[in-house]
């Protein structure tokens, strides 16, 4: 159970998240309904990096001492770069509480989790992958998070947007079925005339041999 401290500070960040989300890069984060303790956050994955287009959903746990205290920082999502669902070795986990610093936040936290994500430098908890690897990642990330209940509970507006984007893939795989369809139909519509007009000129040009016989 949080000490009131820790459910104090942990309240007004969360209302402070509210009102100026994190944005650069897209961070998403909420406490658990039943549990404040415990947050769920999710990390868009930049244009510009081997990430782009992923959705990348883990947990932050913090001890009830917090902020004196580290939380300990979990990504479930595979990314090519932690291994999911581990504890993982940052200078702002429960791993180095020596170099810990109570004016950090959840912002802070998840930020710096994104700077060490965009690095190679080894850690525990990290992994090695090919930069194909992670874009292969980056494009499963949402069929991965949503056969997750606590991700579907926690950010239904990424749920919300993802059936749609599928839905209208579908649509558009359809129409593109159709107008492929469509033109070969066209198409053999238009070697069948042609057909038909060589065999007529070759018709006309056999009676016209025939004429001089």
């Not at 001890?63 to 993982?88: A, Q, W």
């Not at 874009?135 to 056969?147: G, L, P, V």
């Not at 593109?176 to 070697?191: G, N």
Request: glycine share 4%; charged share 20%.
């Amino acid at each position: 159970m949080a000490t009131p401290l820790c459910h104090r500070r942990l309240t007004r960040e969360y209302q402070a998240l509210l009102k100026s989300p994190i944005k650069s890069p897209s961070i998403l984060a909420v406490p658990n309904e039943s549990n404040i303790l415990e947050w769920h956050y999710v990390i868009e994955g930049g244009r510009e990096t081997p990430y782009a287009d992923g959705f990348y959903h883990g947990k932050l746990i913090f001890p009830k001492e917090y902020p004196l205290k580290p939380p300990s920082v979990i990504m479930l999502t595979p990314s090519g770069r932690f291994k999911p669902n581990r504890r993982l070795c940052l200078s702002m986990s429960d791993f180095h509480p020596e170099s810990w610093n109570p004016m950090w936040s959840v912002s802070t936290i998840l930020t710096g989790l994104y700077s060490f994500m965009l690095e190679t430098a080894p850690t525990l908890g990290s992994i090695e992958s090919t930069l194909s690897a992670k874009r292969k990642f980056a494009r499963q990330s949402m069929d991965f998070n949503i056969k997750d209940s606590e991700f579907c509970k926690n950010f239904p507006q990424l749920v919300s947007s993802y059936n749609e984007r599928k839905k209208n893939s579908f649509v558009s795989g359809i129409i593109e079925d159709e107008q492929t369809l469509t033109s070969a139909r066209e198409d053999d519509e238009v070697r069948g005339i042609i057909a038909a007009g060589a065999a007529v000129v070759a018709v006309l040009s056999l009676l016209f041999a025939l004429r001089f016989m």
